[in-house]
């Protein structure tokens, strides 16, 4: 079986400020990684994934995570917020095909 | 290239109708997914096409849930005697055949669904 806790249903920084989410995961297989973005009234956008190549992934608008296994997290950090940051963002793992999403964190960007 | 597309985006409708969305997902793409989400949570798996074959069902599809795919293209998801439960915002994804486990999803917009 697989899961997601996201530690933290909302996080707040100031604009200019490091932005740090925090993702744990279970998973009895190897797993692949995903973080999503989420604005109002909107479908999922990726920001990026893990698939067991480099342990440090890229993903766009500057956000990245890392895969530390002996902690079985993949936090996503961007070094600066932007105020169009805001949105939710939920962590997503999955053994197979279908994802396992976590609950998600409000990231709200303060001026 | 326009992405999943989801129709309609929003839907109200009293307690006890059926209701049917549809998905178009991208053209090239043979796996489809279904998602639930409600109001301050992450999406829920629901249901999962490879071509128009369903592989697998969530618990959380009762029986008044049915999803087809009859092409392998677009798919309907239908709710029948909607109960207050039922709303939420469904979502659905759909990704390329690939080596290896799993590849993107991509998602649409999603229908909001409103049961009164």
């Known amino acids: 079986a697989q899961s997601v806790t996201q530690l933290g249903s909302h996080v707040s920084v100031s604009e200019g400020a490091l932005v740090l989410l925090r993702c744990n995961y279970s998973?009895?297989?190897?797993?692949?990684l995903f973080w999503y973005v989420q604005y109002p009234n909107q479908g999922l956008q990726l920001l990026l994934k893990y698939t067991s190549a480099a342990t440090l992934v890229k993903g766009i608008n500057d956000f990245e995570a890392e895969f530390k296994k002996s902690e079985t997290s993949f936090h996503l950090t961007k070094p600066s917020a932007h105020m169009s940051d805001a949105a939710e963002y939920f962590c997503?793992?999955?053994?197979?095909?279908?994802?396992?999403f976590g609950s998600g964190t409000r990231l709200q960007v303060q001026p | 290239d326009t992405g999943v597309s989801q129709d309609p985006r929003h839907k109200i409708t009293k307690r006890g109708q059926n209701v049917t969305f549809r998905c178009d997902p991208i053209?090239?793409?043979?796996?489809l997914y279904w998602y639930r989400q409600t109001l301050g949570q992450g999406p829920e798996f629901l249901t999962y096409f490879q071509n128009e074959a369903q592989l697998e069902k969530s618990r959380l599809l009762s029986d008044r849930f049915s999803a087809e795919r009859p092409k392998g293209s677009f798919s309907t998801l239908e709710i029948q005697r909607t109960e207050q439960g039922d709303s939420a915002m469904y979502l659905c994804a759909s990704s390329p055949q690939a080596e290896g486990r799993n590849t993107e999803a991509f998602f649409g917009q999603g229908t909001r669904l409103t049961v009164v």
């Open positions: 997503a793992v999955t053994p197979r095909r279908a994802l396992t």
């Open positions: 998973s009895s297989v190897p797993p692949y």
């Open positions: 053209s090239e793409h043979n796996r």
